[in-house]
């Protein structure tokens, strides 16, 4: 069964700044699309961001300016580059292809913002 595995949550001060990587346990995705995702207590999950594999990119508009997201260049990992972190970011992130349904879900990395 191939796994997403999520890493680069923690507890950061409104303003700071965390970078989530998601890597798959095979060599590279199975999907053209990948994305972040989170989901708060008490709310449903959502789509934060997404890149091709051509690079394009799509954004919530409540991340706009502040996450970005990138594949590296052997395509093992999408990475989320969060700055300016919010309380309302605080989440359990997720990646998985968009539509998600390809994998399965993994364990998510917890991003808290408090100070």
């Known amino acids: 069964q191939v796994q997403l595995v999520e890493s680069g949550g923690g507890l950061v001060q409104p303003g700071g700044s965390l970078r989530l990587s998601c890597t798959a346990s095979?060599?590279?995705?199975?999907?053209?699309?990948m994305g972040w995702y989170r989901q708060a207590p008490g709310k449903q999950r959502e789509l934060v961001a997404r890149?091709?594999?051509?690079?394009?990119?799509f954004y919530t508009n409540s991340v706009k300016g502040r996450f970005t997201i990138s594949r590296d260049n052997a395509k093992k990992s999408i990475i989320l580059q969060m700055n300016s972190l919010k309380p309302e970011d605080t989440a359990v992130y997720y990646c998985?292809?968009?539509?998600?349904?390809?994998?399965?879900w993994g364990q998510g990395t917890q991003v808290t913002v408090s100070s």
């Open positions: 095979e060599n590279g995705f199975r999907s053209n699309i």
């Open positions: 998985n292809a968009d539509p998600p349904g390809v994998y399965l």
């Open positions: 890149i091709t594999d051509g690079g394009s990119t």
